[in-house]
C-alpha cells in the first residue's frame, strides 16, 4: 500500500488520514504546524458583519466575539459553515474561497460596511485587500495562530530516511516552507527529490519549486482535488 506524508496540525490529519485510507493510501502524519488561540480581544464597534474563512477562527473566538453573534456571519468553506452552527452562530453567505464570496459581500453590501474578520494570524490577504479596495471597513482580530513545529516526528524521519515515503501533500505555502526547513535540519533534503508532491495551488507549490522540486498541483484549491491529483499522480 501507498504511504502518504500527511503535514497537517493533527486534528486536521486524523481526517486527511481517514480519507487517504480509502483510496488504499497509509498516512505517516507529521505536523509541521499546530494550532492555537491568541485569546486576542475583540475590539467593540459597530459592525455590520462577521467573517470567518476558517473554522479555527470560529473554534478560537472566544467570548469577546460572543455579542456579535446576532450579526450576519459570512464564511469561507462549509467546515467553517459547520462550526460556526456548532458554536451558536447562523452562517448566512458560504462560499468555497475568497475569489467566490467577495462578489456575493458585494453585492450584499453596496454601500460601505464594518467587517469583523475572525482571523488567523498568518493568512492571505485577498479578502480583506478586496473589500478595502471597495470602500469597506475590515478590523481584523488575530484570534489564532499556526505555530510552527521544531522537529519532523520520528515516524516521518525514519520513513523518509528509509525511502518509504510515496507522496507528500502540501495545504499551504507556509507548511510547505517549514517541511523543506524541518527536513534539511535532519539531514533528509535529499530525499525529497524522490518524492511525488501534490500541492494546494501554484501558491503551495512556489517554495518546492524553488527548491527544484517536481510538484503537481490540484485543479481546484480544496482537498477532494489535491486527493484526486495524489491518486492520479501514483
Same mark, same amino acid.
Given at each position: 500500500?501507498?504511504?502518504?506524508?500527511?503535514?497537517?496540525?493533527? *486534528?486536521?490529519?486524523? $481526517?486527511?488520514?481517514? %480519507?487517504?485510507?480509502?483510496?488504499?493510501?497509509?498516512?505517516?502524519?507529521?505536523?509541521?504546524?499546530?494550532? =492555537? =488561540?491568541?485569546?486576542?480581544?475583540?475590539?467593540?464597534?459597530?459592525?455590520?458583519?462577521? @467573517?470567518?474563512?476558517?473554522? %479555527?477562527?470560529?473554534?478560537?473566538?472566544?467570548?469577546?466575539?460572543?455579542? &456579535? %453573534?446576532?450579526?450576519?456571519?459570512?464564511?469561507?468553506?462549509? %467546515?467553517?459553515?459547520?462550526?460556526?452552527?456548532?458554536?451558536?452562530?447562523?452562517?448566512?453567505?458560504?462560499?468555497?474561497?475568497?475569489?467566490?464570496?467577495? #462578489?456575493?459581500?458585494? !453585492?450584499?453590501?453596496?454601500? #460601505? !460596511?464594518?467587517?469583523? &474578520?475572525?482571523?488567523?494570524?498568518?493568512?492571505?490577504?485577498?479578502? *480583506?485587500?478586496?473589500?478595502?479596495?471597495?470602500?469597506?471597513?475590515?478590523? =481584523?482580530?488575530?484570534? &489564532? *495562530?499556526?505555530?510552527?513545529?521544531?522537529?519532523?516526528?520520528?515516524?516521518? $524521519?525514519?520513513?523518509? =530516511?528509509?525511502?518509504? +515515503?510515496?507522496?507528500?501533500?502540501? &495545504?499551504?505555502?507556509?507548511?510547505?516552507? +517549514?517541511?523543506?526547513?524541518?527536513?534539511?535540519?535532519?539531514? @533528509?533534503?535529499?530525499? @525529497?527529490?524522490?518524492?511525488?508532491?501534490?500541492? @494546494?495551488?501554484?501558491?503551495?507549490?512556489?517554495?518546492?519549486?524553488?527548491?527544484?522540486?517536481?510538484?503537481?498541483?490540484?485543479?481546484?484549491?480544496? *482537498? !477532494?482535488?489535491?486527493?484526486?491529483?495524489?491518486?492520479?499522480?501514483?
Amino acid at each position: 500500500m501507498r504511504r502518504a506524508l500527511v503535514l497537517r496540525a493533527a *486534528e486536521d490529519a486524523l $481526517r486527511t488520514s481517514d %480519507k487517504l485510507k480509502s483510496l488504499c493510501f497509509t498516512s505517516v502524519v507529521s505536523p509541521v504546524l499546530e494550532i =492555537a =488561540a491568541t485569546e486576542a480581544p475583540v475590539p467593540p464597534g459597530a459592525y455590520d458583519a462577521v @467573517l470567518a474563512s476558517s473554522a %479555527k477562527g470560529i473554534d478560537c473566538a472566544g467570548t469577546d466575539a460572543e455579542p &456579535y %453573534k446576532p450579526l450576519p456571519l459570512h464564511v469561507v468553506g462549509a %467546515k467553517t459553515a459547520k462550526a460556526a452552527r456548532e458554536h451558536g452562530w447562523r452562517p448566512d453567505i458560504v462560499a468555497g474561497n475568497a475569489d467566490a464570496i467577495l #462578489p456575493l459581500l458585494r !453585492a450584499r453590501y453596496p454601500a #460601505p !460596511a464594518h467587517f469583523l &474578520y475572525l482571523a488567523g494570524r498568518d493568512r492571505q490577504a485577498a479578502l *480583506e485587500t478586496g473589500l478595502r479596495d471597495a470602500g469597506h471597513v475590515v478590523t =481584523a482580530v488575530d484570534v &489564532y *495562530e499556526a505555530r510552527a513545529a521544531e522537529a519532523l516526528s520520528e515516524e516521518a $524521519r525514519a520513513a523518509l =530516511a528509509a525511502g518509504e +515515503i510515496d507522496i507528500v501533500l502540501h &495545504y499551504s505555502r507556509r507548511s510547505a516552507e +517549514i517541511f523543506l526547513r524541518l527536513a534539511s535540519a535532519a539531514g @533528509l533534503t535529499a530525499q @525529497l527529490g524522490r518524492l511525488a508532491h501534490v500541492a @494546494l495551488s501554484q501558491d503551495v507549490a512556489a517554495p518546492l519549486k524553488a527548491a527544484g522540486l517536481s510538484v503537481s498541483c490540484a485543479e481546484a484549491p480544496d *482537498e !477532494a482535488h489535491l486527493l484526486k491529483a495524489a491518486v492520479a499522480l501514483l
